[in-house]
C-alpha cells in the first residue's frame, strides 16, 4: 500500500521511513496500489480534484458533516465510508464508523484508515444517473378555497363511500397539474430559453473565462465545483457539451438544475434566472475564439485550467507571448511545476472564490 498526500517530500520520506509505509506526493508517475488523502484546508479543493484523477481510492480529512468540504466529497463521488469527520470528541468516517479517540490525526492514524479503505474495496462513484428533483408544480397540496361545510346527508353520504379507503383530510386535496388547454400551459418549458451568447456574457456582473486545457477530459467537474461556490451559472461552451453529465443524465434534466447552461451555434441556451457570476467552461476552437472577441469587454477574469506540465506551459508561454490578458492558472496536474515557473500566476479555486 502506497499513500500519496500533496505536502512537503522531506516530510513525506520522514514518515515513511519511520512507519515503513511509502508515503508519496499525488504527482508520483507510479500510483500503483495508492491511496490518495485530501485534508480540510486551503488547499482542500484542490487535492480533492487532483487525487480523483489519479483513479485510486481517495479519502477525504473534510473536518465536520455539516461543512462545505464534506458536501464537496459526496458531490465528487467519494463514499461517505471514505469521508472523515469530527464527532464530539473522536474521529470517525461519514457511516459512523470510529477510528481515533482524538480530534487529530497522525501517520498512524492515516494508515489505519487507508488500510480500512483497501480492505473494503472503498472507491470513488462516478454516477451515471441521479434521481431527479421532483417537479413540484406538478401536484400541489393546498387548503380549499371557500369551501362549502358538507350537510349532515352529505356526510352521511362520504363515511358510507369511504368505508374500507384511506381516510383523506377534508382541510387539504390535491390540485392538479394544468391540462394543456389551460392558460399555465408549458410553464416548465418556458423557463429554459435561448439568448444571444454574447449579450447573456454582458448581463452578468463577474464573469470568470476558464480556458480548459485538452488533456482535462474530467476538467468539467472542477468547474461545476467553482460554479457553485461563487454561486454562479455554469455555461459550457463546447461542441458538443459534456459537463451536463456533472449535473444529470442528460442535457435537459441539467438545464433544470437552474445553473447549468451550454452552447448552441452562438447562442446560450439556460434557465431563465440570473446570477450575478457566470464561468465560461472554454473548449479552445476558432468557434469560441470569435465569440470571445466580441464578448472581452464583459470578462472580468481569465483562468486557465492546465493539465500536464509540458503541454501546459506551451499554451501559457503561446498565451502571454500574444500580449493577452491573463488572471491566473489553476493547475489540476503538477501544481508545483507550475508554481515554479508561474509563481504569481498559480490559483486554487479557494482563491477565486475570495475575489
Not at 470510529?98 to 490525526?105: A, G, Y
Not at 497522525?106 to 451515471?128: F, G, M, Q, V, W
Not at 413540484?136 to 369511504?162: F, H, L, M, R, S
Request: charged letters at 30%; a negative charge; glycine letters at 6%.
Amino acid at each position: 500500500m502506497k499513500i500519496l498526500i500533496n505536502t512537503n517530500e522531506k516530510i513525506l520520506k520522514r514518515i515513511s521511513k519511520i512507519t515503513g509505509v511509502p508515503f508519496e506526493t499525488m504527482d508520483t508517475p507510479d500510483t500503483k496500489g495508492a491511496i490518495a488523502v485530501a485534508f480540510q484546508g486551503v488547499n482542500y479543493e484542490t487535492d480533492l480534484e487532483k487525487a480523483l484523477f489519479l483513479d485510486v481510492p481517495v479519502v477525504a480529512v473534510a473536518g465536520y458533516k455539516d461543512s462545505r468540504e464534506y458536501e464537496l466529497a459526496l458531490e465528487s463521488g467519494i463514499p461517505e465510508e471514505a469521508i472523515i469527520v469530527v464527532q464530539g470528541d473522536t474521529l470517525v468516517n461519514g457511516a459512523g464508523i470510529e477510528f481515533t479517540q482524538s480530534t487529530n490525526i497522525t501517520a498512524k492514524d492515516i494508515i489505519k484508515i487507508c488500510k480500512y479503505i483497501r480492505e473494503n474495496s472503498i472507491h470513488p462513484e462516478i454516477y451515471l444517473w441521479k434521481a431527479p428533483k421532483r417537479n413540484e408544480d406538478t401536484v400541489i397540496w393546498e387548503p380549499p378555497k371557500d369551501a362549502e361545510q358538507p350537510t349532515n346527508e352529505d356526510a352521511d353520504k362520504e363515511e358510507d363511500t369511504a368505508k374500507g379507503q384511506e381516510t383523506i383530510d377534508p382541510q387539504i386535496r390535491i390540485v392538479p397539474y394544468p391540462k394543456p388547454d389551460e392558460s399555465t400551459k408549458d410553464t416548465d418549458k418556458q423557463r429554459i430559453i435561448k439568448t444571444p451568447i454574447v449579450e447573456y456574457i454582458s448581463r452578468h456582473k463577474k464573469v470568470f473565462a476558464i480556458f480548459k486545457s485538452d488533456s482535462l477530459d474530467n476538467g468539467g467537474n472542477a468547474i461545476k465545483n467553482l460554479a457553485a461556490r461563487v454561486n454562479g451559472m455554469h455555461l459550457e461552451m463546447a461542441n458538443p457539451p459534456q459537463s451536463f453529465q456533472y449535473y444529470a443524465e442528460t442535457k435537459e434534466r441539467a438545464l433544470e438544475e437552474g445553473c447549468y447552461g451550454y452552447m448552441v451555434d452562438e447562442n446560450a441556451i439556460h434557465f431563465n434566472a440570473y446570477k450575478d457570476t457566470l464561468v465560461l467552461e472554454i473548449e479552445t476552437n476558432g468557434e469560441t475564439f470569435g465569440i470571445l472577441e466580441q464578448a472581452m469587454p464583459y470578462i472580468t477574469h481569465i483562468i486557465h485550467m492546465t493539465g500536464d506540465f509540458e503541454q501546459g506551459q506551451k499554451d501559457i508561454d503561446s498565451w502571454i507571448s500574444m500580449k493577452l490578458p491573463l488572471f491566473g492558472i489553476l493547475p489540476i496536474q503538477d501544481r508545483g511545476k507550475y508554481y515554479n515557473k508561474y509563481s504569481s500566476l498559480v490559483k486554487t479555486i479557494d482563491d477565486l472564490v475570495k475575489i
